[in-house]
């Protein structure tokens, strides 16, 4: 029987899906112990019903300003007083800019072990994490002491809310000092309406897409699919698009339903941002193009005859 805390993220008011799936996690390893969630911001309170629909039985909050934006002092000094309040054995959070950057601080700092990018959970506990770039995959046991995980999303279920059950909510002060950063101003860059790390259907454009024109036809497709548009890094050095939308190695890892990648070679460099995803497919007018090793459909020819035919297409059933 263990206590397990999950670190909650909020996005523009709501709950990340990922935070979700840390619960679902969470619960898992608790192996019918107690599931506990932290989440900041002006508006934590909000968020307590969900967190407890989903497995949590109590949720600590904090609307300290100096949490209102991520910064890696505030957050690490804010989970580490948490982690010391809770006391837990396990620590959940997704995999995200935010998880990735505070988790190795706190384990550090409280001599936690960590296991992160973490894809699938095994009796044991046993976590199934990808490895050289998503080419294999490893198993761990953690065999002693206290740890960290860090979930990439969309990879665990996440069960149905349950209505009847409630988490109890603590507001916690938090003595939060030093900083040596503060936020001033946050500049939106995004890929559109759907958040990538996060989208189940990807439409992705590399140097084939040839011009920032050119991704519009991948908009046009995405729309249709209420897809997110990612890119390889060879389309955003080629300043067709923003890095904010490169997907691999440097840039999001993403675990769609469906990725289609069009007028992309298949890099390494790319592959270890995408090859996890369900369902590849491929839109590539050179038949020898790496993408094709890891698709699970092909399609050789040239993207701006395809893509408007699968728009035109999937409009007739979707729209
Ligand atoms: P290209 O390799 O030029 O491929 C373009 C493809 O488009 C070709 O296969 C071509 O046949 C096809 N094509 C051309 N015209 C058409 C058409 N009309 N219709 C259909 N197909 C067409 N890359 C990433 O993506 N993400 C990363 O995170 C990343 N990190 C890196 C980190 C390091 C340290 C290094 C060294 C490199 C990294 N790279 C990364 C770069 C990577 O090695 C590749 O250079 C890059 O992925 C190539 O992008 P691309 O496939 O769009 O371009």
């Given at each position: 029987m263990k206590k397990v805390l999950v670190l909650a993220e909020v996005r523009d008011g709501q709950l990340r899906n990922v935070s979700l799936e840390a619960l679902a996690a969470a619960q898992a390893l608790a192996e019918g112990g107690e599931v506990v969630a932290a989440v900041f911001g002006a508006?934590?309170?909000?968020?307590a019903q969900a967190l407890g629909q989903h497995g949590a039985s109590l949720v600590y909050t904090s609307d300290h300003s100096a949490l209102a934006q991520y910064t890696a002092d505030a957050y690490t000094q804010a989970l580490t007083q948490i982690i010391e309040l809770a006391g837990p054995d396990a620590v959940v959070l997704g995999h995200t800019a935010i998880g990735r950057d505070v988790a190795p601080r706190v384990a550090a700092r409280l001599g936690y072990g960590l296991v992160s990018d973490v894809t699938g959970l095994e009796a044991g506990p046993v976590f199934v994490r990808p490895i050289y770039a998503g080419k294999a995959f490893q198993q761990r046991k953690f065999v002693d002491g206290k740890i960290f995980i860090t979930i990439r999303p969309n990879n665990i279920a996440v069960g149905a809310a349950d209505p009847a059950k409630t988490a109890t909510v603590v507001p916690v002060e938090l003595d939060i000092k030093d900083l040596r950063s503060i936020v001033k101003d946050v500049v939106r860059k995004t890929?559109?309406?759907?958040?990538l790390s996060e989208a189940k259907v990807i439409v992705s454009g590399g140097r084939?897409?040839?011009s920032a024109e050119g991704f519009k036809t991948l908009y046009e497709l995405a729309d249709v699919l209420g897809a997110a548009v990612g890119a390889s890094r060879g389309a955003c050095d080629a300043d067709?698009?923003?890095?904010?939308?490169q997907i691999g190695q440097t840039g999001k890892v993403v675990t769609p339903d469906l990725y289609i990648a069009c007028?992309?070679?298949?890099?390494i460099q790319h592959l270890a941002g995408m090859?996890?995803?369900k369902v590849i497919v491929a839109i590539n007018?050179?038949?020898?193009?790496?993408?094709f090793q890891v698709a699970d459909y092909g399609i050789v020819g040239d993207l701006f005859e395809v893509v408007p035919l699968l728009t035109a297409e999937f409009k007739k059933v979707l729209v």
């Open positions: 508006d934590a309170a909000a968020h890929s559109g309406k759907v958040d084939g897409v040839k067709y698009c923003d890095y904010s939308m007028g992309i070679s298949g890099a090859s996890s995803s007018k050179d038949p020898e193009a790496p993408i």
